[in-house]
């Protein structure tokens, strides 16, 4: 069965830095290009980030309002995509899904608040 | 970055009649191999979402047939062609033509 399981979410301050993990199995998590999208209390979907397979060259995509914050990257040997978040604000509370598109995980909670 | 533009934003449906979502993008979602990369995504209640259609009219396994994506360059439509009760939620649209990806602002669905 195709799971995956976000962890790594909490409450945070801002400026401070939280590391997500997206853990996948029954699959061959190799082959698999894998997107973060998040999801405001109440509000819509956004799309965060993107890292491709290493067929691909394992390189990464960011929306405009993460770039140069967050950077997410992927241990293969794991099976785990992170997405490391520093400098958080605000605006960064969310739930964030792991995701190809065709499967997603319950998603991770993050808290931005002094 | 592309804008994805959603309309309406909201929709009351009587059960067994159809439904339809329109999403505009702000440029062209061919993109460089003349593939159209235009994704409906579908979030019931309290869950995950869950993709239906990909590459503009393509359903996902699993997916009932009453559900027909349509549309090019940068018009879309999402069709629901009788509409039940597990109908319900918000539809999203996103290309995955160009960087970075985008949403539309979701569509909320209920029933009458």
């Known amino acids: 069965e195709v799971q995956v399981v976000e962890s790594g979410g909490g409450l945070v301050q801002p400026g401070r830095s939280l590391r997500l993990s997206c853990t996948a199995s029954?699959?061959?998590?190799?082959?698999?290009?894998i997107s973060w999208v998040r999801q405001a209390p109440g509000k819509g979907l956004e799309w965060v980030a993107f890292?491709?397979?290493?067929?691909?060259?394992?390189?990464?995509e960011y929306a405009t309002s993460v770039r140069d914050r967050f950077t997410i990257s992927r241990d293969d040997s794991k099976s785990i995509v992170y997405l490391q978040m520093n400098s958080l604000k605000i605006e960064d509370t969310a739930l964030y899904y792991c995701?190809?598109?065709?499967?997603w995980g319950q998603g991770t909670l993050v808290t931005v608040s002094s | 970055d592309v804008v994805m533009t959603q309309s309406p934003l909201s929709l009351s449906v009587t059960l067994g009649q159809p439904a339809s979502i329109s999403c505009r993008s702000s440029?062209?979602?061919?993109?460089?191999?003349?593939?159209?990369?235009l994704n409906w995504f579908h979030q019931k209640p309290g869950q995950s979402p869950r993709r239906l259609i990909y590459q503009v009219s393509n359903r996902d396994s699993g997916v009932p047939d009453r559900f027909i994506g349509s549309g090019s360059g940068t018009d879309f439509t999402l069709k629901i062609g009788r509409v039940e009760a597990e109908d319900i939620g918000v539809y999203y649209c996103?290309?995955?033509?160009?960087?970075?990806?985008?949403f539309g602002q979701g569509t909320r669905v209920e029933i009458k």
């Open positions: 029954g699959f061959t998590f190799d082959d698999y290009s």
């Open positions: 440029q062209s979602l061919v993109n460089r191999e003349g593939i159209t990369y």
């Open positions: 995701t190809d598109y065709t499967f």
């Open positions: 890292i491709r397979n290493q067929v691909h060259g394992g390189t990464t």
């Open positions: 996103m290309q995955g033509s160009h960087w970075p990806r985008t």
